[in-house]
């Protein structure tokens, strides 16, 4: 009675009360066989032969078998023939071992037919290093020695397909060792038809040059002979081994080849001398010959010139600068390839999104782009190439290991679709049984976790290729080649470097190409990078014409290699600004028009990445967002100079961002001065903090006496901070009020504790950093002035301002008192009184005499030679001025007239009759053009500039930055200087009206 067939290792003698048939039937069902009679057909000639005893083993052995249909099918094949079998098969492990390997796939019972007890015998696959061995070719003419290199061929085949199947060899080693048997199996027939010693060579081309075969490959070969060696013999011995490969006196096939890729073509000799394959090549050379011949390798060669011809396509593969005709070319004919059918199929495992034809272009495009530099990653086996493309930095280590992994994958997947068929087969089976059987070849227990396994690496390959090989170099015609050119080539041609580079407007070509070209080959070594370059190759173009329209392009490209030469990685980089060429432009009008943002981003290279991340996204930031950051970024951070290192960097982060925003046009004016002035605040109250604990830790707190306040104190903006209207140079004007309540234990009042705190944020404020002090703070607009207290009790705050001793201008710059930091209430309290004792009680005729007497002094003491835009007629100076003497006259009536910012007090202005609608929108103009200029000019000089010189193309520079262009109405200069003098005409007008 036959075994229970769906019970693995069950006695076949166990006793069951259903048919044998039905139970073979469900253990078919079971191991997933879908031709159950054909499976019963086999099983039964098996049994036949080798004993129905042996079933229950069978069926457990298929248990393990990727594919127990063909392991049934090549059982039947190799026990049931004429010569019936070798009853050692039957020894214990050797039968299964036989199971195993047939259930690789239907093509094994070839490969082990006459092999079988080697192919069982433990010692088959005991010596992988030995894989291949060598060949002992013996008989006594050219047909037997033919007929025993084919049976050498398959066994050693056997051999290298079991050690894979058995985890001995993994699929590189596989590819090498399949290689080596070509090699062997060349020389071997060589040897057969007595062609050793004639002075030819064979060359291997594709996978076999690389080293890369699969289990059914062609073979790309070329046959070549001396020049003074006849055509006569080789050209026989070559179609002798044609012959042999392609299956000689009814012996299997050894190899499939292909000869199309020789010298000439189809229509070429059959085997060329060194001089006519020389001459050939060089006659019809391209990207094609280049990509090809990057896994060109000599198998077999007994002649004297096929080094020379090697060394000479080795030389012209790699040392031409792969430049945009070529690289386009590539990108066209592997987008031909992807809309092909084979390109579109997602089964597709060569051709198809994210195959093998992905990695091989990727490798080769990149070996050609850097080749000429790097000798290293030149050859042809892929996975040495995807390894030394690594080290020497054209891939990432992360780029290189997923490429490395796919790829390896990719080509187990191959070689066991082909073991399934023998014969080249680079799509997934669309049978259900044949993909589960592939699945459980490669080790995975169920179908779809082979297809999630591929579809992530799959998509890892494409994104790589994507971002290096097909979104590069992308709308670029002949005007940009020579531009491709310069970076890619190791020494340009000097007619390309001056044609391109006296197409820009730099002052001194020759030198401008002498400090971009540092770009591509840094002056450190250790800063050289094929990866930057290779992007920077790509953004070149893009480069030069944004240089091209900045306002100074030869500072632009000063400050742009500067800044680069700051990073560490500069690939990243050029990567970001490729794939976003208008942040690139971004930029490069930055380092056009700011030297002091420029440099800003020099002294702190570490906030680069985020800025331009900033800039892509558009990401805005709130005064809560900043407080959140900038806490975030020093807590935990113990050391004082760290902490200050990161508050300086915080601050260039925001400032460069808020720079590029206003320089673009995408922030307006208004909402670069609230922005600057968020950073401002934020940094203070950072500041104030951490002084104030140092003040705590040098005097001790403060301690009040049971039943009285808590001490507290304020710290009061005025100014351009108190108005939330700082410019990139302006200083933070403050005052300190505290309620004066508590002592020190060691006796110290509270006056002189908050002395000692305000000591501590200005001085830190001050203190320098990388690029200069955080902020200069100005404390002169405190009670008395330079010469009085440095911090105010409230109380004698209200007596200052309400006694003889304040001055008419102190009133003035209450207008724009706010509180930054501290207590809150007491902030609150401070501005509420100022709000309702602003202005009272002076006689207006008095306050309007003394304000202009006060403004004339000013604008006297602070003349300025050139265009004063700051403090002269119908200037900034007057703009505020006309603004807070309408506040401080008027603010007892009219209270909404009390803003800090100017904007909302011309707003408020207007809204209560105080100005009329076209006096409103004359100083809001005025005052919005006037600060730009202001910004712009500090911006270009790091430094508060109150007027422009007009002797030596300082306004010329400045209009140019701002956006005037030469016109028929004038030169930039001329038009800024007609805008400048319109509106302070219309300011000045305004002036005379209200204030005489």
Known sequence: MAGDASGAGKEPNSASPQDPDQIRRQGFK????????????????????????????????????????????????????????????????????LVSILGAGDPMADLAKGHLLEVTSPDFTSNPEAIPHPPIIGGADETARARALNRWHRREQLRIVCCELEGILDVEQTGAALSDLADHTIRCALDVLGGSKLPMAVVALGKWGGRELNFSSDIDLYFIRDDQTPAGPCEAVARGILRLLTGYAGSIPLYRTDLRLRPGGITGPLVPTVSQAGAEFHAVAGTWERIVHIRSRAVHDHTRGLPRL?????????????????????????????????????????????????????????????????????????????????????????????????????????????????????????DPAQFLALSRSLSFEQSDQLQQALDRRRERIRHILESLFHDLFRGYGDDQAGEVHVILAFRPEPEV??????????????????????????????????????????????????????????????????????????????????????????????????????????????VLDEVVDRVRTGRRSTEESLMEELCSIIEGVDEEQEVFRRIHEFRALHSVHIGILDLSGRMPHDQVLRSLSRIARTVLKVIDQIALDKTRELMGPLISVEGTPQPCYSVMALGRLGGNEMGFASDIDMILVHNGVGQTKDGHEASQFWSEHLKQVTGMLGQSGTGGPLYNVDLRLRPDGAGGALVTRFDEFQEYFKGERSQLWEHQALVRLNPVCGDEPLGQQVLDWVRQNLGRGVDQAEVLQELRQMHQRRRSSSKQDGIDFRNGSGGLLDIEFLIQCLILLNQGEFPSILQPRTRNAIDQLEEVGLLDSSEATTLFTAYQFLRMVENRLAMMHRASVKAVSEEDGSLRQLAIRIGFRASPAGSPEERMKVEIEHHTDLVREMFQQHHG
């Open 497 to 606: 470097i001056d044609r391109v580079f006296r197409k820009y407007s730099f002052r001194d070509p020759e030198k401008a190409y002498r400090l971009l070209r540092r770009l591509a080959f840094p002056r450190r070594q250790g800063l050289r990078s094929p990866r930057a370059r290779h992007h920077l190759a790509a953004l070149f173009p893009v480069l030069l014409e944004a240089i091209r329209s900045c306002p100074d392009p030869d500072q632009a490209a000063l400050m742009f290699v500067q800044c680069v030469e700051t990073l560490g990685a500069p690939a990243v980089f050029y990567q970001q600004l490729t794939e976003n060429p208008e942040t690139c432009k971004i930029f490069v009008d930055l380092f056009g028009q700011s030297r002091y943002l420029s440099e800003l981003l020099l002294n702190h290279p570490g």
């Open 30 to 97: 079971d191991l997933g066989i879908t031709t159950p009679d054909r499976a019963m057909w086999n099983l039964r000639s098996v049994l036949r032969e080798i004993g129905e005893d042996q079933e229950a083993r069978i069926f457990l052995a298929l248990q393990h078998a990727s594919g127990a249909d063909a392991a049934l099918g090549g059982l039947e094949r190799l026990l049931c023939g004429s010569l019936g079998f070798p009853p050692a098969i039957l020894e214990p492990g050797r039968l299964e071992k």
């Open 310 to 430: 090697l060394a000479e396509v080795e030389h012209f593969v790699y040392q031409r600068p792969f430049d945009l005709d070529e690289i386009q070319r590539l990108q066209g004919w592997k987008e031909v390839l992807e809309s092909s059918p084979a390109g579109q199929d997602v089964a597709e495992l060569k051709v198809g999104w994210g195959g093998i034809r992905d990695v091989e272009y990727l490798v080769q495009f990149l070996q050609l782009l850097h080749g000429q530099i790097h000798e290293s990653i030149r050859g042809g086996n892929v996975y040495h190439a995807i390894r030394r493309l690594g080290v020497i930095g054209a891939l990432t280590s992360t780029e290189s290991a997923r490429l490395l992994d796919g790829y390896r994958f990719l080509r187990r997947i191959e070689h066991h679709r082909m073991l399934q068929h023998q014969r080249q087969s680079f799509s997934l089976p669309d």
